[in-house]
C-alpha cells in the first residue's frame, strides 16, 4: 500500500468509537505503534482495514460522492414515500448530505468536522 494520500486527523466520532471498538473486540492498544489504533492503515495489504483508516484513503471529496448518491436515490421519486417522508420531515437533500458528510469524514478520520461535538453522538 501507498502512503496515504489525505492526511487525516482525529475527530469526535473517530476518537470514541474507535477506543470503544479496539476494547469490544480485544485488541490491545497499549502499544502506541500498532497499526490498529492509528489513523493511518498498515501498508501490508494482507493486514485489516479500519474504518477510521478510510479517510487517508479516499479523502472528503469521495466521502462526500458517496453520500450524496445515497441521500439523492433516497430522494428520487420512485422511492418508498414513507421512508422518503421521514427524512424530508427532517430536512432536505442538500442539509442531509451535509450533516452526514460531515459526520463521516469525521468518523473515518478526517478530523473535527461534525458540528455539534461528541455529546450528539451518545
Known sequence: MSAPKHSPACGYATAASRLDYLQQNGIDDSNNNLFAS???????WTTPLYYWQLYALLGGDRITAIVR????????KEAD???VSTFSSVGGLEHHIDT???YWIDAFGGGREYQGGHYRLK
Not at 448518491?69 to 428520487?76: A, N, Q
Open 81 to 83: 414515500e414513507e421512508f
Open 38 to 44: 492509528q489513523l493511518i492503515p498498515d501498508p501490508d
Open 100 to 102: 452526514q458528510k460531515s
Open 69 to 76: 448518491t445515497f441521500y439523492t436515490k433516497i430522494f428520487k
